[in-house]
């Protein structure tokens, strides 16, 4: 066989050329056709594998495949094309949005796939209309729950001890047999030395005579800081602190991380006491003096040195007999003159230099792992209910206007009205919204109750009596019309039941639907809107 192509090959002239393959283009690309009857598993649309590496393995795991009988397949994902579907025109593109979103509440991504697969319409920035359409849903933003948002972190420090002491209080525990009830609970923010001082009720008078006795002891501060609890914001107390020129410093309520110290102090006195009273509950104020040298004995993280030390220029004493030891000789008055020049020069510039350190490391850490948002005067947001009464009450209420933000860094609101809430509020418990500016007051009215309701659930109007109006003005109302729904579960709270058996009939009026929220579009907005009373 050999020799038979020898003879032909040899009655030609030619010169043998060595061709690499990646240049020999024609042969290369017909050895890779692919065989044209290709064999195909009745109802699979893959095809079979004869044998999986381990590499193959791994990636299938990671891709979208289907098991069958302990084969695999490769699962087809069949999309409808953008340019098959219909552009909508503009002025319909809100009814589309609106007619998706309501059916259920759903998403913006929820909101595009519906309208995609089954209406059959596109077109460009679909998906930011949508996330529009629901930012500026006031029913979405009161249930929606966001994360949560903070201002970069901003440590309190002071540089000198007793210049700046935090407050707090622990209880109300079990009456002891001294008749005390509660613990009062002071920290020096520069050295984190601590005062434990039991004591019998919360009362105005009880907090400022044992914050005398305190001071006067240890000297009277520059500022001191609490929360807005009642016993520490009163007029007594407030007297006290204004005539001895302290400025107290009051932490935004429902925000105890602002006086997170005292906060922290509280849980560590709290949680030694329970370790120590063996369940004799009655005599936990017999524990508090040895939990506050415990306290004041443990070396701080921050400062890398016991309390105890930093606040009285000296170790504490450690337990021994001292009985039979001999009598050290005092420092003279040079000595304690040194000592204190050696604290003033170089410990407290020691302290401040780690305390600067530290306090950077941990607003590095928390701003790096933390939502921070800042909101600017003008901006409309929603305001987390510090006390939801049930499962279904919304998570949020609103919406309200930010006025501006204070030095401590909460933000003062105004309603609709412009008037202002009675608090302010932190960044975690707000959430901002898209909405148009506030309505005129002159467009704004107030409920002075409602009187009826008629139809079913899903489909109710409300009777409102106006405030400063008689029944002749009396109006029906839909729930979207009302700025809060508190006006609403009040009503229902009167009725005692949410039965609809003497509920009127419903309306046959045509209703006209806005495009977006009623409350938001000054055009749509009735003139009477209802505020609660």
Avoid at 39 to 50: F, I, V, W
Avoid at 104 to 121: L, R, S, T
Avoid at 394 to 403: A, F, S, T
């Amino acid at each position: 066989m050999m020799i038979n192509w020898f003879d032909t090959l040899l009655d030609y002239t030619f010169h043998v050329i060595h061709l690499p393959g990646t240049e020999n283009i024609l042969p290369d690309h017909l050895s890779r056709l692919f065989e044209g009857n290709t064999k195909r598993l009745e109802g699979d649309m893959a095809y079979k594998p004869t044998k999986l590496s381990d590499a193959t393995r791994e990636r299938i795991t990671s891709e979208r495949y289907a098991s069958k009988t302990q084969r695999v397949f490769r699962v087809h994902k069949i999309e409808n094309n953008d340019n098959e579907r219909m552009t909508a025109p503009i002025e319909e593109r809100n009814s589309i949005l609106e007619r998706s979103h309501l059916f259920g509440h759903i998403g913006a991504e929820a909101m595009v796939k519906d309208i995609h697969h089954n209406q059959g319409y596109h077109w460009t920035n679909i998906l930011h209309d949508a996330v529009d359409y629901v930012k500026k849903c006031q029913t979405c933003q009161r249930n929606n729950i966001s994360k949560r948002g903070y201002h970069p972190l901003r440590p309190i420090y002071a540089y000198l001890p007793g210049d700046h002491w935090a407050m707090d209080l622990a209880g109300e525990f079990e009456e002891s047999e001294n008749h005390n009830k509660f613990l009062l609970i002071l920290v020096d923010v520069c050295t984190r030395f601590c005062l434990l001082r039991p004591i019998p009720n919360k009362e105005a008078k009880t907090i400022a005579k044992e914050l005398v006795k305190v001071f006067s002891d240890f000297g009277y501060p520059r500022i001191i800081q609490s929360d807005n609890g009642a016993e520490f914001k009163n007029q007594l107390l407030k007297e006290v602190l204004d005539n001895i020129g302290v400025d107290h410093r009051l932490s935004t309520p429902y925000h105890p991380q602002a006086n997170g110290l005292a906060e922290r102090w509280v849980q560590s006195a709290v949680m030694i006491i329970r370790k120590s009273v063996d369940g004799t509950s009655k005599d936990w104020d017999y524990f508090v003096p040895a939990t506050q040298l415990a306290l004041n004995n443990k070396i701080s993280k921050r400062l890398n040195t016991p309390p105890f030390t930093l606040m009285f220029a000296r170790k504490l004493n450690p337990f021994r007999d001292y009985r039979n030891e001999k009598s050290f000789k005092p420092m003279s008055q040079a000595q304690l003159l040194e000592n204190i020049e050696h604290m003033t020069n170089i410990v407290f510039p020691a302290i401040k230099a780690r305390t600067d350190s530290v306090i950077q490391q941990q607003k590095e850490q928390f701003d790096n792992t933390h939502n921070i948002t800042n909101f600017t005067p003008g901006d409309h947001v929603m305001v987390k209910i510090p006390t939801r009464t049930g499962k279904l009450t919304p998570v949020y209420e609103g919406p309200y206007r930010v006025l501006r933000k204070n030095n401590g860094g909460a933000y003062e609101l105004q309603d609709e009205t412009g008037e202002l809430l009675p608090r302010n509020y932190t960044p975690s418990e707000l959430k901002l919204v898209d909405q148009d500016e506030l309505i005129p007051a002159d467009e704004l009215y107030e409920v002075e109750s409602i009187i009826n309701h008629r139809g079913k659930a899903g489909n109710r109007e409300y009777l409102v009596r106006w405030k400063g109006y008689g029944p002749q003005d009396d109006s029906w109302l839909t729930p979207d019309k009302f700025s809060y729904d508190k006006t609403i579960k009040k009503y229902w709270e009167r009725r005692k039941t949410h039965s609809t058996n003497n509920d009127l009939p419903a309306s046959t009026r045509k209703r006209k639907r806005a495009a977006t929220n009623v409350d938001m579009d000054k055009p749509t907005r009735r003139s009477k809107r209802s505020q609660q009373a």
